[in-house]
């Protein structure tokens, strides 16, 4: 059968671009996707880079529906771990935004606070500021 697509000049089902630019389209996606793994330390980049290399077995063993099917159910678990990569992700995001808003929520008002103990002691020192010489001037009389 593979001398008769070669003839004949099939693709498999699964991956209908020709090898040549499958090949291309894989490096170029490992290249990108490491790139970003190393930037970002993230283990979702990996595991896309695995799962888009791996397609690379469809070009030879498109008609051994055992292998076919240990592919499929491989890049289901490694997307399976890009989602749950993403999701811990996100909470983590998450938590750490709530965290910094409370932070900036206390020293708001820690700021305020410090505001309002200025403007009583300013207060009090312009109204302490005349009391000497008021209290010469009742001296005086």
Same mark, same amino acid.
């Given at each position: ?10 693709? *498999?089902?699964?991956?209908? !671009? ?5 090949? &291309? ?5 490992t290249?990108? !996707? /490491? ?8 283990v979702c980049? /990996?595991? %896309?880079?695995?799962?888009? @290399? %791996? ?7 498109f008609?051994?529906?055992g292998t ?9 678990l ?9 999701? &811990?992700?996100? &909470?983590? *995001?998450?938590?750490?935004?709530r965290?910094?808003?409370?932070? $900036?929520r206390?020293? @708001? ?9 200025? %403007?009583?002691? @300013?207060?009090? &020192?312009?109204?302490?500021a ?5 209290? @010469? !001037?009742?001296?005086? $009389?």
């Amino acid at each position: 059968m593979a001398a008769f697509t070669e003839q004949v000049g099939l693709q *498999n089902v699964y991956t209908p !671009l020709p090898f040549k630019i499958h090949l &291309v389209f894989i490096i170029f996606a490992t290249i990108v !996707l /490491l790139i970003q793994f190393f930037r970002k330390k993230r283990v979702c980049y /990996l595991l %896309a880079t695995l799962a888009i @290399d %791996a397609t690379l077995i469809t070009h030879y063993a498109f008609e051994n529906k055992g292998t076919i099917f240990f592919l499929e159910v491989f890049e289901l678990l490694l997307v399976a771990g890009c989602i749950i990569d993403i999701a &811990v992700a996100y &909470v983590k *995001n998450k938590k750490t935004m709530r965290e910094e808003k409370e932070k $900036k929520r206390l020293l @708001d008002s820690q700021q305020k606070e410090r505001e309002k103990e200025e %403007a009583i002691s @300013d207060a009090d &020192v312009l109204d302490k500021a005349f009391d000497k010489e008021l209290n @010469d !001037l009742d001296s005086e $009389k």
